[in-house]
């Protein structure tokens, strides 16, 4: 018997709300899939199809995802090469032989003597510098490292600026700042010129090896060659200290680059809409969307979708279809990106089934789903306790030729873990063994709180002996996890033990590792021992969240503390809102 249900929000006013489709009905649509082609590589539907104008409408496969072309979600080579963003260089045959053998190839002196065989004409040049930019789309800095080396110190040419970037961005992405800097100062002594790019990936290598007070070096040498920061300079600032954990410098870098009377592109908003759109702030992600229209600098679908998923993050599928809509109005086409951005904001709000719908709605218009739309899927399943049909599409991937990863084997552990479902559980990790791919501290921290929630302590403690003693790093969550069963059971000796072995694993305690321990004595009404641990805890300068303040009142066992409890938690409320800067 199916149920009609109210979609949240008005994806396209040419979608009407309706009884949704039976669970088996998503499973069949791709099982047609595979009955047609075998596999999504050849999935292809036709280029025509009818928009909601009612208008026949023709796309191109290749631009609908940004997998086949467009920006590539940064594996484009970005500075000093030349190249447009999207738009790769044609081998030539020897070029694709010389891509095959350095990648193969990880020994400097063998690699040295094949390209020591090129004859040195213009062609080679140009082979050598197509195979170095393929290798940067593909993200392989060593063999971009050897062929840079052999460009500056063995063959006969003479290198020019693309050289000396491409070495430079090699050598930051493999943290090694001091050859970065080596090569700088080569492209100095070889008096060849260097460009607001050089300064940008010297940046990022900087950023990249958390050195930053090395940056503000590097704007003093562009002003001594006459060069004012760019805002090429300034994104990759801001790239370099977001990848690094910086988010708080990130944003006074660009508020000083704004000061500085230097334009923010749509790049330089587009990732502090990333920047607050992870840090769950989607309302400064939005203000930030609001500026950057007002300084009348045009978002693309990058920017969008950054939007998209900031607000995705915390749920609010009603604003991401809103910013969803105003993507199509702006005379972009969706992407698979786009696309799973909005699948997260229904999934996370808790509506699978309007997740299943987008799912629908994409195949629909021809952008293809990959790896990440799958496991969407499996999580909005999941999360909503609707585990046969998270393990459906799990299948359903599997059949089109989609290999999952260890993603996708978490994901669909977690959404038979939360039906307590122990045999299935380990059904899935022997599956994720018997694949190739070997647990990590992710999976063990999953089974140990599944062991823990059902009070199946000896195999918790056998999944912890595994990981001391195999090749599995314990980390503050899976000790969490062990505090807080332990706590729930009433075992205060163990509770301590593990406590006072965190230290000892070189870890440091969180807020969730206190309110778990102070948990275990609340459930037994232990009030002065509630308050030493929550002093302990302050004095730790562990500063104590909503959960802590609800586990120390429940600790209470008259009015009289309950009145100590708020007048502490409130006092310490007031003092904190003094010491955060405004």
Known sequence: ???????????????????????????????????????????KRDSFYIDKSGKLRRFNHKKVSRKKGGSLRGQGWKYGSGFVDGIFPVLSPRAQQILSFVMEENDANRVNACLDTLPPTHATWDDIINVAVQLRLKKKWHPIILIGEWLLHRSSFQPDVICYNLLIDAYGHKSMYQKAESTYLQLIEARCVPTEDTYALLLKAYCTCGLLEKPEAVFAEM?????????????????????????????????????????????????????????????????????????????????????????????????????????????????????????????????????????????????????????????????????????????DMKRLGIVPTMKSHMLLLCAYSKSGNIAKCEGIVREMRQSGLEPDTHVLNSMLNLYGRLGQFKKMEEVLNAMESGPYLADITTYNTLINAYARAGYLEKVEELFQMIPIKRLQPDVVTWT???????????YKRCLDIFEEMI???????????????SACSSEDQREQVTAVIRAMHKSMRTALPV
């Not at 500063?543 to 120390?552: E, F």
Request: aromatic share 10%; with cysteine; charged share 25%.
């Open 1 to 43: 018997m199916t149920e009609s249900w109210v979609l949240p929000c008005t994806l396209f006013k040419c979608i009407i709300a309706r009884p949704r489709l039976h669970d088996n009905d998503f499973k069949c649509r791709l099982s047609s899939i595979s009955e047609k082609g075998g596999s999504l590589d050849n999935f």
């Open 223 to 395: 002003r001594k060659y006459g060069l004012p920061p760019s805002a090429a300079v300034y994104n990759a600032y801001i790239d370099g200290l977001m990848k690094g954990g910086r988010p708080e410098k990130a944003i006074k870098i660009f508020d000083r680059m704004k000061r500085e009377s230097c334009q923010p592109t749509t790049e330089t908003y587009t990732m502090l809409i990333n920047l607050f759109g992870k840090a769950s702030k989607s309302y400064l992600a939005l203000k930030m969307f609001n500026e950057m229209r007002s300084q009348r600098c045009k978002p693309n679908i990058c920017t969008y979708t950054a939007l998209i998923n900031a607000f995705a993050r915390e749920g609010l599928c009603e604003k991401a279809e809103e910013i969803f809509e105003q993507l199509q109005e702006a005379g972009l086409e969706p992407d698979v990106y786009a696309y799973n951005a909005l699948m997260e904001a229904y999934s996370r709000a808790g509506y699978p089934y309007g997740a299943a719908e987008i799912f629908s709605l994409m195949q629909h218009m021809g952008c293809e789903p990959d790896r990440a739309s799958f496991n969407i899927m499996v999580d909005a399943y999941g999360r909503s306790g609707l585990y046969k049909d998270a393990e459906s599409v799990f299948e």
């Open 516 to 526: 778990s321990r102070l948990g275990a004595y609340s459930r037994k009404k232990l």
């Open 539 to 553: 004095d730790s300068g562990c500063l104590p969240d909503g959960g802590t303040a609800k586990v120390l009142l």
